[in-house]
T-cell receptor, first 120, second 109 residues
Framework: NAGVTQTPKFRVLKTGQSMTLLCAQD?????MYWYRQDPGMGLRLIHY???????AKGEVPDGYNVSRLKKQNFLLGLESAAPSQTSVYFC???????????????????FGPGTRLTVL | KQEVTQIPAALSVPEGENLVLNCSFT??????LQWFRQDPGKGLTSLLL?????REQTSGRLNASLDKSSGRSTLYIAASQPGDSATYLC????????FGTGTSLTVIP
């Protein structure tokens, strides 16, 4: 059981290049999330998904696109990278449905190890 | 918009000391509050999850409390060890997840 994994771990891009970050989870979780972490700003939600084939915008969605074609994978795309997108990106997942009688909104998140992206 | 604040931003203590980390939030309409540990260059490891209906949770030397009405949570670490050195983040779950900026803890041997 690998939990939440992210690919790649590190990447350097030039301004205007595109790339896709992959998040995979093997826990059969319905919900998946993409965050970025910047110094002094904490983690901010970019996009999230409540199930296969569905995505929604978070707090800072501009400049990013996502897809959830398979339940276990959540992809984050940068179509035209900008230096402002230099950050550490974290993926997280959590289960839906009731756990021990507690609604899904109360379930804890599990995080991947992060992807460090630098845009020059 | 929910705002989560953690004070202090950095803390340095000698080994063996008990310590308290603080987390405050502005909107009390939350489902739960989660404390995480983050080691340099690593992801987040969940330490404790407190449901909105609970007052505290304990795991080993860690105890987290929640006072939803006042918008506060504390993480108490007993008998601190050098291995506890890390950044500690709190996150509240409302309509979305909101994270604090963290407290960087250094435990000096």
């Amino acid at each position: 059981n690998a939990g939440v994994t992210q690919t790649p771990k590190f990447r350097v891009l030039k301004t205007g290049q595109s790339m896709t970050l992959l998040c995979a989870q093997d826990m059969n979780h319905e919900y998946m999330y993409w965050y970025r972490q910047d110094p002094g700003m904490g983690l901010r939600l970019i996009h999230y998904s409540v199930g296969e084939g569905t995505t929604a915008k978070g707090e800072v969605p501009d400049g990013y696109n996502v897809s959830r074609l398979k339940k276990q994978n959540f992809l984050l795309g940068l179509e035209s990278a900008a230096p402002s997108q230099t950050s550490v990106y974290f993926c997280a997942s959590r289960p839906a449905g009731r756990t021990s009688g507690i609604p899904s909104s109360y379930n804890e998140q599990f995080f991947g190890p992060g992807t460090r992206l630098t845009v020059l | 918009k929910q705002e989560v604040t953690q004070i202090p931003a950095a803390l340095s203590v000698p080994e063996g000391e008990n310590l308290v980390l603080n987390c405050s939030f502005t909107d009390s309409a939350i489902y739960n509050l989660q404390w995480f540990r983050q080691d340099p260059g690593k992801g987040l490891t969940s330490l404790l999850l407190i449901q909105s209906s609970q007052r505290e949770q304990t795991s080993g030397r860690l105890n987290a409390s929640l006072d939803k009405s006042s918008g506060r949570s504390t993480l108490y670490i007993a008998a601190s060890q050098p291995g506890d050195s890390a950044t500690y983040l709190c996150a509240v779950t409302g309509n979305q997840f909101y994270f604090g900026t963290g407290t960087s803890l250094t435990v000096i041997p």
